[in-house]
């Protein structure tokens, strides 16, 4: 084998690239971050304050370390700015949520893609269940888990979203299936003219307004209940959707879609973002693999490209649509009605 | 959050990483690769011959294009020059045999890190179980995945320790713990003039003499059965052990040095490699976490840097002792008595 022949690094790298992913979600699992965010401190001092058994703590720090998540300088262990910054729970910037979603959930359930590829039904708790969100808010514990996923995996787009869009030119805002409610906050955040909306199942209403007041925006951004299948959208400027079309299936991502056009004014705007395929499905793995996490969690779920988020914008009637990328894996289809 | 802003993606992709390996993991179990050797398929061909629901069949596929495993040219999936050459079960040249543990087992028992890390104890099949190498030699097709398994794992490195080595030096070469042979063949290969033991227990014979046979070496490789702890290691020039030593607890690591030594003629050689990991302990994540693999799997194991491998060949009498890198995360320490 000469330095020119294929090499199988990479298909190796891949395979066992679960080490480094399950490592990560133990570190959280056991608020390793949060804990050195009080400071450094020596592998005898966090095996004993993280209940490590000694065989191993050194390998799993180190490995931290070597991963990119720890620093370590004279034998005291420290978070990088990065960890520091979004791993450590007393931090509003905590994006940990999706990480002890996938440590408690996912991870697990992917074990069963397999079976999830042969027979297209889901894997999570109740394979059977065919109400995967009324499952889900009716457990208050799983739903809370949920919802700090969901701002974890997203505030990198509401931030974007925020200053990106041209929100000079409307004057009120609603995020429907708001969950924690972190995109109308960074978006009212950005923007002190607009007035906000949140609108979700009723359930969500103490989180989300917990998370707004936080924020100091309980004047301008209120709650509104219902359910997006079966109650009117809020009537305002702009309609969004972050990480909500990819969860239904086709008629139900299209019944959505004409829902907002319905109760925009005309010259209104509806964003929805997603962690969008390419149009050429063959370059934006993470939102490939995003569409087999829907697989796997719910009855029938997939993510989408931007040429198909057009089509059905454009069946619903508005006038104008575009894709504007957004930070990470995600992007946005914005339609003008 | 300006440009120059720290970025939760690195955090996220790692966190989620554990998608893009199962479905590696699930391609390899269900033999897409293997497949797709014969020759590009449609969409609607490789679903109905691979039994894929159509749910998602295609994000599957276009998943593993995205994720560089698979090409796609107008609607035809084909393998990557990579995955033909070490994807396809038919070839001599597969490594998927560690995919495929890793898929049955590993996967699974990482969802228990943390109790690992908590515990100290392993998280396989039979978490009590004390003699892991006893039990796994008793169960022919447990042994028969975690040979061919070996092979994949070891392939680059036997290949490299081939050439790399000054085998003009010596005549015999053994190879102990030499699972399917391959060490013991690739160096045979290369090397016309050398006489090769392999050495492991009686249940390996029939597995090892077959993939010498099928490369043309039975004249001048042969099998030796033995427990390398009760044992007596076989009279050669070089003892080689490929991914033996992180099996085992210190003091069997160096039990199996100082019987390697005890074997040697003055001037003969050991060699040991594994996924060394480096000196400061902070770069060589894989070796990192291959020792937590063996804190998963094994009572005892753990991988090591090389100047803790150094320090035990000097304890145990070699008087020349240096490191080299082979390939990807493994390297070799070379004792000379």
Redesign the interface.
Known sequence: ?STTA?????????????????????A???EVFTELARGPESLESLTGRL??????????L??L?????LE?QDGAYSNT???N???DKHKPSY?GG??EM?NRR???H??N??A?????KPQSESPGEEDFFGALYADPSRLKTFLRAMT??S??AN??IASQFPWAKYKSAADCGTAQGDLIVQVALKNPHLAGIGFDLPEVAPIFEEHVEANGLSSRVRFISGNFFADPLPHVDVIMMGHILHDWNLEEKKLLIRKAYEALPEGGAFIAYDAL?DDD??????G??????M?IESPGG??YTGADCVAWMKEAGFRETRVEHL??PDSMTIGIK
């Open positions: 084998m294929p090499s199988p690094d990479h298909i190796l790298q891949t395979g066992l690239a679960f080490w480094a992913s399950k490592t990560l979600l133990s959280v699992e056991m209940g490590l058994h000694p065989r191993s703590s050194r390998d799993f180190d490995a370390v070597a991963l990119g998540f370590r700015p990065s960890t910054l979004f791993l994006v999706i990480l996938a996912l991870y697990g992917w074990n893609l397999t999830a590829l042969r027979t297209g974890g995996i505030r990198g931030i974007t395929i499905r063959s370059k934006n793995a993470f490939l693999l995003m569409s087999l996490n697989l997939f993510d930070v990470g």
